[in-house]
């Protein structure tokens, strides 16, 4: 079992930075790939990025890169999202995961509770 909890979202206006941060515990997280994803009210929750469990590959959606980047530190079993020139079609309840990496929501056995980010104009 692992257990994942998000931090550091927020308000922030269009253009502006935030960095999230998913904590875990339980099982060993170099074990996992961990993914970001992001659900916005009434669509389907969306692939944001995912990184590799130790050589730190990574996969983003065409709609963040460039813009944002995830890292992991294994030390410290955490993964991080930090999210630079927001837009407001960024807004959405953010969720981080753990599983294999995939852009596919199914591909993840884990999950947090999610940290909503809300971007204004």
């Known amino acids: 079992q692992v257990q994942l909890v998000e931090s550091g979202g927020g308000l922030v206006q269009a253009g502006g930075s935030l960095e999230l941060s998913c904590a875990t515990s339980?099982?060993?997280?170099?074990?996992?790939?961990m993914g970001w994803f992001r659900q916005a009210p009434g669509k389907d929750r969306e692939f944001v990025a995912t990184?590799?469990?130790?050589?730190?590959?990574?996969i983003y959606a065409d709609s963040v890169k460039g813009r944002f980047t995830i890292s992991r530190d294994n030390a410290k079993n955490t993964v991080y999202l930090q999210m630079n020139s927001l837009k407001p079609e960024d807004t959405a309840v953010y969720y981080c995961a753990a599983g294999v990496f995939s852009r596919v929501t199914g591909a993840y056995d884990y999950w947090g509770q999610g940290t909503q980010v809300t971007v204004s104009s």
């Open positions: 990184i590799t469990r130790t050589y730190g590959a990574t």
């Open positions: 339980g099982r060993l997280f170099s074990n996992y790939a």
